[in-house]
């Protein structure tokens, strides 16, 4: 039996549409979670225990259910509650949520990756605590945080092929779309899993290249803020 390329070449818009939907959906999905990690990942770093425990909780919860379950959740939970959003909407917060719990554990190590130390002499030149992880600290994680957040936000990208199941025009289920009108499965989802690996190809050559961007200029300069500067009597005028 021969592969037939027509199968492809005459559904073309079905699958730029769905690519589309998968790139944004995962965009916004990971630059939403990214930032419910931050207030979790520092709640699981605080030193009051009813806060660790509710991040604790909150990471152990999304982490150990599998996505579409969490999928299902929102997508029958919502109108539960009297909210109704469109398909794609659900999808993408759920996926949201999702993948927050795995960027809070991200930032949370890459925190204690910091020496202590460097937070100790933030406070004793007077900074507050959260000046202290603004400027000395958090600008000495991102380059720990750009490896492992690469790699969630791949697996993030893969994961909205699960909002096929709630009928979201995502990349697979255009595929399955155009599986069911042509009956060329293998044609279909060869061309789908090259679609999905274009895409997660390019945004992990992109964030590499931005990995050793970041690790070359962090070599060269220290990593230190204005502030923190002031705060360390860097760059002030010596005396004649």
């Known amino acids: ?17 769905g690519a589309w939907l998968t790139i944004a959906s995962a965009a916004v999905a990971v630059a939403t979670g990214f930032l419910i990690s931050i207030p979790v990942a520092l709640m699981a770093l605080s030193h009051r225990r009813a806060l660790r425990w509710i991040a604790t909780a909150y990471v152990e919860w999304f982490r150990n259910i599998p996505f579409i379950v969490v999928l299902y959740l929102f997508f029958y939970g919502l109108p539960f509650v009297n909210v109704r959003l469109p398909e794609a909407i659900v999808g993408t917060i759920a996926l949201a949520f999702f993948a927050s719990s795995y960027f809070s554990e991200i930032i949370r190590g890459a925190i204690l990756a910091v020496p202590k130390g460097q937070m100790e002499a933030a406070r004793a030149i007077g900074m507050s605590y959260f000046q202290g992880m603004w400027e000395i600290v958090a600008p000495q994680t991102v380059r720990l945080l750009l490896p492992p957040s690469t790699n969630t936000s791949i697996s993030m990208v893969k994961e909205t092929s699960v909002l096929s199941t709630i009928t979201v025009g995502e990349l697979t289920y255009q595929g399955l779309v155009v599986q069911g009108e042509t009956f060329a499965p293998f044609e279909v989802f060869l061309a789908t899993a090259a679609i999905y690996w274009i895409i997660t190809a390019i945004f992990a050559h992109f964030m590499h290249r931005t990995e050793k961007a970041f690790g070359a200029a962090q070599g060269a300069n220290q990593s230190r803020t204005s502030l923190a500067d002031k705060y360390l009597l860097i760059g002030a005028r010596r005396p004649a």
Do not use: E, G, K, S
């Open 1 to 17: 039996m021969a592969f037939d390329f027509n199968v492809i070449l005459d559904n073309w818009t079905l699958f730029a549409r």
